[in-house]
């Protein structure tokens, strides 16, 4: 797995409003990857195509810059082993959605309307095309807690980092937890329970 196949997997979907956030971006000699949930660190390296951190504002520059500069205590935990995914309700697993116009109201979405519920439009499950909403384009179902130590995390991140070369966790039951590979590092929320 490459620097950039590595960013890739923590980017944001279209469905994110911080755009800088569907793409890696370089500060200084880091690369920086997150979907506001999770977020990766590498080296700067050969071949990725990245934003300017000029891009951002300074305020998510620093906070992505300062986010990486946590404790890592001992030598961590490995990324348990987990349960097989559960398809996404939404998408039905393919991880994509197709969005059609309402059929009952035309999409003028009068707010009486039952078939979408005023949104003008009706959203289905679609092999290929938009990223589904719900699981983000993962294909499974979110919020999925796994215990590890003292937290908890939600299943289809952890199923993110268990990719990752000899993936290191150190949860500290509050805080996002590090996450230390072999050549770099990552960041992930825990989840309330
Ligand atoms: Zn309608
Ligand atoms: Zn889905």
């Known amino acids: 797995m490459n620097a950039d196949e590595i960013l890739r997997m923590f980017c944001a979907t279209e469905h994110e409003k911080r755009e800088w956030m569907r793409n890696?971006?370089?500060?200084?000699?880091?690369?920086?990857?997150?979907?506001?949930?999770?977020?990766?660190?590498?080296?700067?390296?050969p071949g990725v195509v990245a934003h300017s951190f000029l891009e951002i504002t300074v305020e998510?520059?620093?906070?992505?810059?300062?986010?990486?500069?946590?404790?890592?205590?001992?030598?961590?935990?490995?990324?348990?082993d987990l349960t097989a995914p559960i398809p996404c309700s939404e998408c039905g697993g393919t991880g994509h959605q197709e969005r059609r116009e309402c059929p009952e109201c035309g999409?003028?979405?009068?707010?009486?309307?039952?078939?979408?519920?005023?949104?003008?439009f009706i959203v289905?499950?679609?092999?290929?095309?938009?990223?589904?909403?719900?699981?983000?384009?993962?294909?499974?179902?979110?919020?999925?807690?796994?215990?590890?130590?003292?937290?908890h995390f939600d299943a289809h991140y952890l199923r993110l980092l268990q990719k990752l070369p000899n993936a290191m966790l150190h949860p500290d039951g509050m805080n996002a937890a590090a996450c230390v590979f072999d050549g770099g590092m990552a960041l992930i929320m825990p989840m309330a329970v």
């Not at 999409?107 to 003008?120: R, T, V």
């Not at 290929?128 to 937290?151: D, H, K, M, W």
Request: glycine share 12%; aromatic share 8%; charged share 15%.
């Open 124 to 151: 289905s499950p679609a092999p290929t095309g938009e990223a589904c909403e719900y699981c983000e384009g993962y294909g499974e179902n979110p919020f999925i807690p796994v215990a590890v130590a003292e937290s």
């Open 24 to 45: 890696p971006i370089l500060i200084d000699e880091f690369l920086y990857a997150t979907n506001g949930h999770i977020a990766v660190r590498v080296p700067d390296a």
């Open 60 to 80: 998510s520059r620093t906070l992505l810059r300062t986010m990486f500069l946590v404790d890592i205590p001992g030598p961590g935990v490995p990324i348990p």
């Open 107 to 120: 999409g003028s979405a009068p707010l009486g309307c039952q078939k979408c519920q005023g949104d003008g």
